[in-house]
């Protein structure tokens, strides 16, 4: 077993950190106070392919590996949390799904803009009455001679308020008047497709999560994904590649918030020494540190599993788990240790508070990924 | 800055493992420069560089950038080299690959030493032409020409194939790299190992030894700065002024000021 990083993971994680640091850091602070999605970066982001990780070359991607995929994801929101969002909900919930599911065509007609970045993906699922429970999804689709008209409402789509091209989580009735879920392919063109509000949120804030309105939306019957009523299997697969990505995202936000305490604990000095010094603090670095290299090797786990085709449902669930109760321990310590300061917006630590607890909710709580992880192992044979 | 660098005092070499397989900053602008010509015109660009195993990474990076080609020269008989012998070395190589028209495309200075000596040593080992702190470089009907700025001169110079330039750190700002490079550059890395016995150097070479520079030390250069405050009557404060400053100030203006001049006034 090696625990060193390849060359090529290495050198991904420097080209990913140096175009942050260069092109999104100077900006992070603004953004989040303006709740600005930042068109500009991502013009500059486009033809570096980061908005077609892992989709094919073929398809006009980079072809990455899920562990490449996981360090840029981790890289970028080390520097912008909302960034990171953007691009691992585009990559894993609004690519992925198309490119498992979806006929030659669909991947044809869809996924090239995706991953050149024109058009950004999103994912819905959660609705008023529907989050945890994906049974309870109301948004309903009528199947008429030649499309699915489609009308419900969906909120907290993340990207909703940018995004291209959607897949929407949708009840239809089957001939015998049964309930199947399916997932549609909806362009924001779409006649009765509508974006919502923009939601008032703690954080992830230059992130535009809104609502999305279905009212006698036409969706062409091409546009079905993978086939009627796979709906369920779609969503599920689908989360548990996000699952990495929100992982990779919640360790990101725990890096640098690490990484601030130990500059801050460095120079910040309190009864004429620095806070380094002093054990309490030292104790809170090393759980930290230890809680962020966990972390990390439960994320690399499931990414590497995914790589070589093995189920990986219990593990994402597992990283998604610790790497976000992680995020949030962590920044929440970085404020501590940063004291008046870190409730200040004059320090990042602030912002990385409150972006690290959603972490825990969106793409499976906690609690849903504590179901997904006990299902796992009660489903292996004793 | 080269104090920023890792580095052992003991030595007086780079401690090469901790600085991480950095492209240099210099050599990317170098590399970029040549990315810029092959845009234009037919090119095949060949990255080398010396050092150790872990030297590979910034070859796999010029050629997720778009190089065509990377050459590791590298043995433990090679560690330590100085300038001289690094420029000896690399030469040594250029020679067995390149007849006929090449263009050398340097850094001016690496990160590591700041000499910006392996360039213009480089070329008087290969007996060619060289150009230092180009600005632009373009080839045209196989002549170099390129646009410099020093010495508060512009000039635009020509020069025959084979050449060598050592490209400004001012110009060329290098580009990122894109993530599909990065993939493409591993999935066939075409990187060649060359020790020393395949550059036919002599069997009881060593570098660390034979280096003719010894460094004693590195360290910033310390601004003599410092904030002084006259006091006392106008007139004295000026008087003092102009004796203990005069001739500062002076050369600052490039005007011979004739101090105590107000006094007779």
């Given at each position: 077993?090696?625990?060193?990083?390849?060359?090529?993971?290495?050198?991904?994680?420097?080209?990913?950190?140096?175009?942050?640091?260069?092109?999104?850091?100077?900006?992070?602070s603004?953004?989040d106070?303006?709740?600005?999605?930042?068109?500009?970066?991502?013009?500059?982001?486009?033809?570096?392919?980061?908005?077609?990780?892992?989709?094919?070359?073929?398809?006009?991607?980079?072809?990455?590996?899920?562990?490449?995929?996981?360090?840029?994801?981790?890289?970028?929101?080390?520097?912008?949390?909302?960034?990171?969002?953007?691009?691992?909900?585009?990559?894993?919930?609004?690519?992925?799904?198309?490119?498992?599911?979806?006929?030659?065509?669909?991947?044809?007609?869809?996924?090239?803009?995706?991953?050149?970045?024109?058009?950004?993906?999103?994912?819905?699922?959660?609705?008023?009455?529907?989050?945890?429970?994906?049974?309870?999804?109301?948004?309903?689709?009528?199947?008429?001679?030649?499309?699915?008209?489609?009308?419900?409402?969906?909120?907290?789509?993340?990207?909703?308020?940018?995004?291209?091209?959607?897949?929407?989580?949708?009840?239809?009735?089957?001939r015998?008047?049964?309930?199947?879920?399916?997932?549609?392919?909806?362009?924001?063109?779409?006649?009765?497709?509508?974006?919502?509000?923009?939601?008032?949120?703690?954080?992830?804030?230059?992130?535009?999560?809104?609502?999305?309105f279905?009212?006698?939306?036409?969706?062409?019957?091409?546009?079905?994904?993978?086939?009627?009523?796979?709906?369920?299997?779609?969503?599920?697969?689908?989360?548990?590649?996000?699952?990495?990505?929100?992982?990779?995202?919640?360790?990101?936000?725990?890096?640098?918030?690490?990484?601030?305490?130990?500059?801050?604990?460095?120079?910040?000095?309190?009864?004429?020494?620095?806070?380094?010094?002093?054990?309490?603090?030292?104790?809170?670095?090393?759980?930290?540190?230890?809680?962020?290299?966990?972390?990390?090797?439960?994320?690399?786990?499931?990414?590497?599993?995914?790589?070589?085709?093995?189920?990986?449902?219990?593990?994402?669930?597992?990283?998604?788990?610790?790497?976000?109760?992680?995020?949030?321990?962590?920044?929440?310590?970085?404020v501590?240790?940063?004291?008046g300061?870190?409730?200040?917006?004059?320090?990042?630590?602030?912002?990385?508070?409150?972006?690290?607890?959603?972490?825990?909710?969106?793409?499976?709580?906690?609690?849903?990924?504590?179901?997904?992880?006990?299902?796992?192992?009660?489903?292996?044979?004793? | 800055?080269?104090?920023?660098l890792?580095?052992?005092?003991?030595?007086?070499?780079?401690?090469?493992?901790?600085?991480?397989?950095?492209?240099?900053?210099?050599?990317?602008?170098?590399?970029?420069?040549?990315?810029?010509?092959?845009?234009?015109?037919?090119?095949?660009?060949?990255?080398?560089?010396?050092?150790?195993?872990?030297?590979?990474?910034?070859?796999?990076?010029?050629?997720?950038l778009?190089?065509?080609?990377?050459?590791?020269?590298?043995?433990?008989?090679?560690?330590?080299?100085?300038?001289?012998?690094?420029?000896?070395i690399?030469?040594?190589?250029?020679?067995?690959?390149?007849?006929?028209?090449?263009?050398?495309?340097?850094?001016?200075?690496?990160?590591?030493?700041?000499?910006?000596?392996?360039?213009?040593?480089?070329s008087?080992?290969?007996?060619?032409?060289?150009?230092?702190?180009?600005?632009?470089?373009?080839?045209?009907?196989?002549?170099?020409?390129?646009?410099?700025h020093?010495?508060e001169?512009?000039?635009?110079?020509?020069?025959?194939?084979?050449?060598?330039?050592?490209?400004?750190?001012?110009?060329?700002?290098?580009?990122?790299?894109?993530?599909?490079?990065?993939?493409?550059?591993?999935?066939?890395?075409?990187?060649?190992?060359?020790?020393?016995?395949?550059?036919?150097?002599?069997?009881?070479?060593?570098?660390?030894?034979?280096?003719?520079?010894?460094?004693?030390?590195?360290?910033?250069?310390?601004?003599?700065?410092?904030?002084?405050?006259?006091?006392g009557?106008?007139?004295?404060?000026?008087?003092?002024?102009?004796?203990?400053?005069?001739?500062?100030?002076?050369?600052?203006?490039?005007?011979?000021?004739?101090?105590?001049?107000?006094?007779?006034?």
């Open positions: 077993m090696d625990f060193n990083p390849c060359m090529k993971h290495q050198l991904i994680r420097k080209t990913v950190r140096e175009f942050a640091e260069n092109e999104i850091k100077p900006h992070v603004l953004l106070k303006e709740s600005r999605f930042p068109w500009e970066i991502v013009e500059r982001m486009k033809p570096l392919n980061f908005f077609g990780l892992q989709v094919p070359k073929e398809y006009g991607g980079a072809g990455l590996d899920t562990i490449s995929y996981a360090i840029t994801i981790e890289e970028l929101s080390r520097v912008s949390a909302a960034m990171g969002l953007c691009v691992t909900v585009h990559n894993s919930v609004g690519i992925f799904p198309i490119l498992q599911f979806g006929t030659d065509e669909q991947k044809k007609r869809f996924v090239p803009a995706m991953a050149r970045g024109d058009r950004i993906g999103a994912f819905c699922l959660t609705e008023a009455n529907a989050g945890s429970d994906a049974g309870g999804v109301e948004t309903h689709a009528v199947e008429t001679q030649d499309a699915f008209v489609l009308n419900g409402t969906k909120i907290f789509v993340t990207n909703g308020g940018v995004c291209g091209t959607v897949l929407v989580f949708a009840v239809s009735e089957t015998d008047k049964k309930k199947q879920a399916s997932v549609f392919i909806v362009e924001k063109e779409c006649p009765g497709f509508c974006v919502g509000e923009i939601e008032d949120l703690c954080g992830m804030r230059a992130n535009p999560v809104s609502s999305l279905f009212e006698d939306c036409r969706v062409p019957k091409t546009n079905v994904l993978g086939q009627l009523g796979q709906g369920m299997k779609i969503g599920l697969t689908a989360l548990d590649t996000g699952r990495i990505g929100i992982a990779a995202q919640a360790l990101g936000i725990a890096q640098a918030a690490f990484e601030s305490s130990v500059s801050y604990a460095r120079e910040r000095q309190q009864f004429n020494t620095p806070l380094s010094k002093f054990q309490t603090i030292q104790n809170y670095l090393a759980e930290m540190a230890t809680k962020i290299d966990a972390s990390r090797l439960l994320l690399y786990r499931a990414a590497a599993f995914k790589d070589s085709r093995r189920p990986f449902s219990g593990e994402a669930s597992m990283a998604k788990l610790h790497c976000s109760a992680t995020a949030k321990d962590v920044t929440d310590l970085a501590q240790i940063h004291g300061y870190g409730y200040s917006k004059e320090y990042d630590v602030e912002r990385y508070f409150r972006d690290a607890k959603v972490t825990q909710i969106y793409e499976g709580t906690s609690e849903v990924q504590k179901m997904v992880i006990a299902r796992t192992i009660l489903s292996q044979p004793s | 800055m080269v104090s920023e890792p580095w052992d005092s003991r030595t007086g070499t780079l401690k090469r493992d901790l600085a991480q397989g950095m492209m240099d900053p210099a050599s990317r602008r170098a590399l970029e420069a040549a990315l810029q010509i092959k845009e234009t015109q037919p090119a095949y660009i060949c990255a080398i560089t010396m050092g150790p195993a872990m030297a590979r990474e910034i070859l796999h990076q010029a050629m997720a778009g190089a065509d080609e990377g050459v590791l020269l590298s043995d433990r008989r090679m560690a330590g080299a100085d300038t001289f012998l690094t420029s000896h690399l030469a040594r190589f250029i020679q067995k690959e390149c007849q006929g028209e090449y263009l050398v495309m340097c850094g001016t200075q690496t990160s590591d030493s700041e000499t910006a000596q392996v360039g213009p040593q480089l008087e080992e290969l007996n060619i032409p060289a150009i230092t702190y180009a600005g632009h470089v373009e080839i045209k009907d196989r002549v170099v020409e390129v646009h410099r020093v010495d001169f512009f000039e635009i110079l020509n020069m025959d194939l084979p050449g060598l330039v050592t490209i400004d750190l001012s110009a060329y700002k290098p580009r990122y790299l894109a993530l599909e490079g990065v993939e493409k550059a591993f999935e066939n890395p075409d990187i060649r190992h060359i020790d020393a016995r395949q550059l036919g150097l002599d069997a009881d070479f060593n570098a660390l030894k034979d280096s003719p520079t010894r460094i004693m030390d590195v360290y910033s250069p310390t601004a003599q700065k410092e904030n002084r405050v006259l006091k009557a106008v007139k004295k404060v000026v008087d003092q002024l102009f004796d203990d400053y005069g001739k500062v100030i002076s050369s600052a203006m490039g005007k011979d000021l004739k101090t105590h001049e107000h006094d007779e006034a």
